[in-house]
């Protein structure tokens, strides 16, 4: 939040009406919710600084995009494209190597659906925000030069005019549109639905949803291994960054939990919702008897089954969803939300 000498200046608080939409912007961008958290912090600071330049209040939104939009810019100037485990070799065997673990800068990262999804819209609109979150896209739009990215992110998933765009940018409206197709033509030749998640999550989780989550985080709690591979996907995929190694074959998930995984036995998972969709927080038990984080694990659903593991090994994440730093012995377990 800003800091002002008097904290319930009308700007302040008009700044502050588009956090959650410019971290959104930023995210898609960035790939990172914590550099997207941290772009969105500096451009309220450069825009409440230069509050008493702005010459129309109307005129706020697409002023914090343009502060917003070059601070992405520059971040991006020095950052490797992040990427998922699918984007960086061939699928493994359960017995393969797990690899060395990357910085976490080289992996997109997660991000809780309560830091950047509107808490009243219209639910087609949430269903459309939802959808533009998943981490296949937010991947795939991390091999698009940054204005190109910018320009794809403003039309398509914000609905920006093609002339609103082109003056956030200070270029053309030829410009950005040819920007927008050489965008669109890049995003075509990704496969976008590789892993299996091509169906739009709706605008909230849906009961069929909430009962295969709740399914899931049982057979894990129970480490009952065979019930949980049976809820997946023929070919889902399973993924643990930073560690490079990811699997594609429900057959190879269960030697996998019960072999290099196995140290999960005995967890306990807080459910959350990350990316548009459902998502838990796993704990691992300690020998002092309570339950430290290990993973956010962001579930992605497709056909009444699970088509998708994607297991974030960043402790750091537990407090950006806002999840305890551990939990006791006694009263968790999957009933638990965040």
């Not at 673990?101 to 087609?124: K, M, N």
């Not at 548009?276 to 579930?299: D, L």
């Amino acid at each position: 939040m800003l800091s002002s000498p008097d904290a319930s200046a009308p700007i302040e608080r008009e700044l502050e009406s588009h956090r959650r939409a410019l971290t959104g912007y930023c995210y898609r961008m960035l790939g990172s919710g914590s550099e997207a958290e941290d772009a969105v912090q500096e451009t309220m600071v450069r825009a409440w600084k230069a509050a008493d330049r702005l010459e129309a209040r109307a005129a706020l939104k697409s002023w914090l995009y343009r502060i917003a939009s070059n601070v992405c810019f520059d971040i991006l100037q020095s950052a490797q494209r992040r990427a998922q485990p699918m984007d960086l070799g061939p699928s493994s065997t359960a017995d393969g190597p797990l690899g060395a673990p990357l910085p976490e800068t080289a992996w997109v990262q997660p991000i809780a659906d309560a830091r950047i999804l509107p808490v009243e819209a219209d639910p087609a609109d949430v269903a459309d925000a939802r959808e533009t979150l998943r981490l296949a896209f937010v991947a795939a739009l991390q091999h698009l030069p940054a204005r190109q990215r910018a320009v794809l992110i403003l039309r398509e998933v914000l609905r920006w005019q093609a002339t609103e765009v082109a003056e956030l940018l200070d270029t053309s409206v030829a410009s950005v549109n040819s920007a927008l197709q050489r965008a669109r033509t890049t995003l075509q030749s990704l496969d976008l639905d590789r892993d299996g998640t091509a169906a739009a999550p709706s605008a909230d989780i849906d009961a069929e949803q909430q009962e295969l989550l709740s399914r899931y985080v049982d057979a894990f709690e129970r480490y009952d291994i065979g019930s949980l591979v049976a809820l997946l996907q023929e070919d889902a995929t399973f993924s643990m960054p930073p560690l490079p190694l990811w699997l594609h074959d429900r057959e190879q998930v269960g030697p996998f939990m019960l072999g290099p995984g196995a140290h999960c036995r005995g967890s306990r998972l807080l459910v959350t919702q990350a990316n548009g969709g459902p998502a838990v927080g796993i704990y691992h038990p300690t020998p002092e008897g309570h339950f430290e984080p290990w993973a956010i694990v962001v579930v992605e659903m497709s056909g009444g089954r699970i088509s998708a593991l994607h297991h974030f090994l960043f402790t750091e994440l537990f407090a950006e969803f806002g999840l305890p730093p551990q939990l006791e012995r006694h009263g968790v377990g999957q009933s638990d939300q965040a």
